[in-house]
């Protein structure tokens, strides 16, 4: 109850004992969450799974050629067998 009282009394200009107040005023980075939450979305996902997406993204690439070959071999191995 003496901190309720003492920061209202600070607030209104009336200081009381500065050993037994605590600071009313937040610094401003305390909301910086709630301000900007892309940047709150990016900092979790790119901390916590940044080398599970460089995986998958790379296991996706890897996939990607290997489909695109096995879908252009036939067309290649028929010239090569007509010789054209």
Do not use: E
């Amino acid at each position: 109850m003496s901190v309720i009282a003492c920061c209202a009394s600070l607030l209104r200009g009336h200081g009381i004992n500065d050993s037994i107040c605590f600071p009313c005023s937040r610094p401003d980075t305390s909301f910086i969450w709630f301000l900007n939450p892309l940047k709150s979305i990016k900092y979790l996902i790119c901390t916590r799974y940044k080398w599970l997406i460089i995986k998958i993204v790379l296991a996706l690439l890897l996939l990607i050629m290997i489909a695109l070959f096995l879908y252009s071999m036939p067309g290649y191995m028929v010239k090569k067998l007509l010789g054209a």
